[in-house]
């Protein structure tokens, strides 16, 4: 079993920066896709940004594209989102999630993974 434990998030003003990392215990992640996926209240689960065991595949949601950034440490068997131009519509609660790699695509659907942590609270003050 794969455990993951989110730290890093807080309380940042608008056009600030915030760094999550994840890191995960109980196996090595050699094989797994890594992602972040978030909730706002009342909203449906969004995936942020997924990144392969190689680091080659690093999809990223709509929303976040060219603010945020994925990378993976498999030796600490952690990884991290580094969130840049921060805007209060990123306010949510962001989970890492993890799952077996089955192919070159990383599938983004959060039904598809496997794994989730418990998750942390970014707020974004205007």
């Known amino acids: 079993q794969v455990q993951l434990v989110e730290s890093g998030g807080g309380l940042v003003q608008a056009g600030g920066s915030l760094r999550l990392s994840c890191a995960a215990t109980?196996?090595?992640?050699?094989?797994?896709?890594m992602g972040w996926f978030r909730q706002a209240p009342g909203k449906e689960r969004e995936f942020v940004a997924a990144?392969?065991?190689?680091?080659?595949?690093?999809p990223y949601g709509d929303s976040v594209l060219g603010r945020f950034h994925i990378s993976r440490d498999n030796v600490k068997n952690t990884v991290y989102l580094q969130m840049n131009g921060l805007k209060p519509e990123d306010t949510a609660v962001y989970y890492c999630?993890?799952?077996?790699?089955?192919?070159?695509?990383?599938?983004?659907?959060?039904?598809?993974?496997?794994?989730w942590g418990q998750g942390t609270q970014v707020t974004v003050s205007s």
């Open positions: 990144i392969s065991w190689s680091g080659r595949s690093t």
């Open positions: 999630a993890a799952r077996v790699e089955t192919s070159t695509r990383i599938d983004v659907s959060y039904q598809a993974w496997d794994y």
């Open positions: 109980g196996r090595t992640l050699r094989g797994y896709d």
